[in-house]
């Protein structure tokens, strides 16, 4: 299982690696890097969802993406920060949270991955 967050990382960290590739791609081959970057990023999200809850992964891929992103935005493009956009990043951290602790929840035994009692 440790094995499974170590994709779940992995594919987070890639999609801010072809993201940021979004931004400062100028020539044919920074794309080709890109698309590579992208069909690692899904082989390790695919990877991740093999034995974990897939709407768990997702919703950690996405909100470290989004944040991520809106990181790179304000300390590297110099885009701006203000405390709105604060609220919102630290209600996405607490709803990925909330996910990942409702599927550790002793009731949710058996209901992952289509296993129903």
Do not use: Q, Y
């Given at each position: 299982m440790q094995k499974d967050w170590i994709y779940v990382g992995l594919t987070s960290l890639f999609e801010l690696f072809w993201i940021y590739g979004f931004n400062v791609a100028n020539t044919w081959w920074h794309?080709?890097?890109?698309?590579?970057?992208?069909?690692?990023?899904?082989?390790?999200?695919?990877?991740?969802?093999?034995n974990l809850?897939?709407?768990t992964v997702y919703a950690?891929?996405?909100?470290?993406?989004?944040?991520?992103?809106?990181?790179?935005?304000i300390f590297i493009f110099g885009g701006e920060?203000?405390?709105l956009k604060a609220v919102f990043m630290f209600i996405l951290l607490l709803?990925?949270?909330?996910?990942?602790?409702?599927?550790?929840n002793p009731g949710s035994e058996?209901?992952?991955?289509?296993?129903h009692a």
């Open positions: 794309w080709i890097i890109i698309v590579l970057m992208i069909a690692t990023d899904f082989h390790f999200l695919s990877k991740a969802c093999r809850p897939t709407g950690i891929f996405a909100g470290i993406g989004t944040i991520g992103t809106t990181l790179m935005d920060f203000n405390m709803g990925v949270i909330g996910l990942k602790l409702a599927d550790n058996g209901k992952e991955k289509g296993v």
